[in-house]
């Protein structure tokens, strides 16, 4: 137990810098909006969801309808769906802690447990699997309420800090990069997403482009097999 605990902490290391730095963000921008820390802290811990919870502050200042709300929601996190398809393999069998495994499968964790570390044994994948997702959920938290906590004192100017997001997103993906021989996949995301992103544009691309990808994959992986 305690050598799988630490192989997903130095796993979850790159996300560590990034989530903190993120949930500052998120708890500076929540409380410059007059929410309190109470609220950062429920946010991140029932929501947990980064991208979401920055858009969810405009929703709660800009007073918008639940109907609203509720198709934000699912365009931002439909992805979540496909993550969630590939991911029955590696959690079946993974019994009380499921539950958890799948609300707290952000993008991060997912390109950590997708990848199978090399020096995780077959008995102790699914441990590795929680203390990842559960490492990953605390930085999270722990961003968020030091940076409520950090912007109940200090005045910030905000502007700008959303872009963390989109910096964690390249660090995790250079880091995968380097860390697999087998680049297919990421090179087919990529250009999935540029195409989409030409055709549909910057509002309409993430599920015409997450249904492309995982068609390819799919094919991928039937002819490997």
Known sequence: MGKTLKQSFVATIPVMTGYLVLGFGFGIILKANGYSILLALAMSVFIYAGSMQYIA??????????????????MVNARHLFYGISMLDKYRGTGKIKPYLIFALTDETYSLVCHDNANVTAESRNNYYFFVSLFNHIYWVAGSLLGAAVGSLVKFNSEGIDFALTALFLTVFIEQWLSTKKHSPAIIGVSVSVICLAVFGSEKFLIPAMLVIALLLSLIKEGEK
């Open 57 to 74: 502050i405009g929703l709660l200042t800009g007073g918008v309808s639940l109907i609203t709300a509720f198709l934000t929601t699912l």
